[in-house]
């Protein structure tokens, strides 16, 4: 199994409250991505990272901002969270982008409440 | 827009059936097609990659094939076990990130 490791793997806070969860690999692989998935949505991307302090957005970016200062941490932060970012987010890890095999983390399931 | 669908969404069988699980996408200009396993609470485990070159993978049990004229890719499934049970997601593969459908959740049935 690829060397992913998402923290924390629960977590509930209050509307407002800033949040961020970390995601760790000991791939050394180059793209980092952040997904949340919803009933009735599926898989949506967040953020995605193609090197250290090399982010991208995805479809649903707004209300999260991302760093990667190091090759095997990413972070996600939700600055003042709101309940509609309850979730369960995903980080996933490939060496090159869309053309290999994509590797996911055990998820981090968020309430915001 | 690039766009995956998933049709049907769920999906009940019996046991020793051989099944097909269904994937169209919208954008014929593909690195590749990947498809993936979801049990509940649990992350996504690639199962197949199919490049853009290639026609079909094939890994155990599980085939997939992949036709970039019509846009659709297959998830074969033969003699399906009740350990097969879950949900099932494709991937179409960019350059740089994939466009996952919603997923078939499959259910075999002892």
């Excluded at chain 1, 969860?21 to 952040?34: A, D, F, G, P, V």
């Excluded at chain 1, 302090?53 to 709101?82: C, I, P, Q």
């Excluded at chain 2, 009940?12 to 990947?34: H, M, R």
Aim: charged share 20%; aromatic share 8%.
């Amino acid at each position: 199994d690829a060397g992913i490791t998402q923290s924390p793997r629960h977590k509930v806070t209050e509307t407002g409250t800033p949040v961020t969860l970390r995601c760790h690999q000991t791939e050394n692989h180059r793209y980092m991505y952040w997904y949340r998935q919803d009933p009735g949505h599926g898989l949506r991307l967040i953020h995605y990272s193609y090197g250290v302090k090399d982010t991208d957005k995805g479809e649903v970016s707004d209300g999260y901002s991302v760093s990667r200062s190091k090759t095997e941490d990413f972070l996600l932060t939700l600055e003042s969270a709101t309940s509609s970012q309850t979730s369960v987010y995903f980080c996933a890890i490939s060496a090159t982008g869309g053309r290999e095999k994509l590797f996911f983390g055990s998820g981090t399931q968020l309430s915001v409440l | 827009k690039q766009e995956v669908t998933q049709i049907p969404a769920a999906l009940s069988v019996p046991e020793g059936e051989n099944l097909v699980l269904n994937c169209s996408f919208t954008d014929s200009a593909i690195y590749n097609l990947q498809w993936f396993r979801q049990d509940p609470g649990k992350g996504l485990t690639s199962l197949l990659l199919i490049q853009s070159s290639q026609r079909e993978q094939t890994s155990g049990r599980l085939n997939a094939s992949l036709d970039k004229s019509s846009g659709r890719s297959t998830l074969y499934i033969a003699a399906s076990q009740p350990g097969d049970s879950a949900t099932y997601l494709c991937a179409q593969g960019g350059s740089e990130k994939l466009v996952f459908g919603k997923g078939t959740k499959l259910t075999v049935n002892p």
